[in-house]
């Protein structure tokens, strides 16, 4: 089955600096790649997306890249601010049925003012 | 609109208590979901039903059943409750979010502690 893996699990920054995070899935056949974003104690909610026949994605400061030869996806934010302080998990679809997926492990990533 | 509500927030039970968890959505979603959530480990699927009157195991459903009841609400119950399934449990939903975004919407999540 697809497996996902994510790195780091922990990173700090600076405020303003980047923060880049990445993650790796093994099943080909996955296609839809989405990045959440969980304060603590709250709900994770989704940030950004990517899918399989696109290479790169901007939303303001939050940029994912992808690359299908490699079964890699990258999440960048740009001019990090505090309240980018949170976990991040990236996710891979599986199956035909493309809503089901498997997540990566997090990131916790703080912003250091 | 309240999107995805789950009960209750907070649980502790005794080791072969039951419980169930409740969810429901008011988006007129079809498809819904049980997820749990262990440090270091991310969110792992439990049972997922993809529309009304089925439901289909996930990565992690041992010791867990679930019921969707009708299309708004869909339930996870642990029969015989134990330690390892100490956990925080997040139910969502999966739709179009708007501008070309799919993607889950969650419960604001179960604290639940088996002691």
């Known amino acids: 089955g697809e497996n996902v893996e994510q790195h780091p699990s922990t990173l700090s920054v600076q405020e303003g600096d980047s923060a880049v995070i990445k993650c790796t899935y093994s099943?080909?056949?996955?296609?839809?790649f989405p990045w959440y974003k969980q304060e603590l104690g709250k709900r994770p909610q989704l940030i950004i997306d990517?899918?399989?026949?696109?290479g790169e994605k901007k939303d303001q400061r939050i940029a994912v890249t992808l690359n299908k030869t490699a079964k890699h996806f990258s999440l960048h934010i740009t001019e990090t601010q505090p309240e980018d302080s949170a976990v991040y998990f990236c996710?891979?679809?599986?199956?035909?049925?493309?809503?089901?997926?498997?997540f990566g492990p997090g990131t916790r990533l703080s912003v250091l003012p | 609109n309240a999107g995805v509500t789950q009960t209750p927030k907070f649980q502790v039970l005794k080791t072969g208590q039951s419980m169930t968890l409740q969810c429901a959505q008011d988006m007129n979603h079809n498809s819904m979901y049980w997820y749990r959530q262990d440090p270091g480990m991310g969110l792992r699927l439990i049972y997922y039903s993809a529309s009304e009157g089925t439901t289909d195991k996930g990565e992690v459903p041992n010791g867990y059943n679930v019921s969707r009841l009708n299309k708004r609400e869909f339930s996870l119950r642990l029969e015989s409750a134990a330690p390892s399934q100490t956990s925080v449990y997040f139910c969502?939903?999966?739709?179009?979010?708007?501008?070309?975004?799919?993607?889950?919407?969650f419960g604001s999540g179960t604290r639940l502690t088996v002691v």
């Open positions: 996710a891979a679809s599986i199956g035909n049925y493309g809503q089901n997926f498997v």
């Open positions: 990517i899918r399989s026949n696109v």
């Open positions: 099943d080909s056949a996955s296609n839809y």
């Open positions: 969502a939903s999966f739709s179009y979010l708007g501008t070309d975004n799919y993607g889950y919407t």
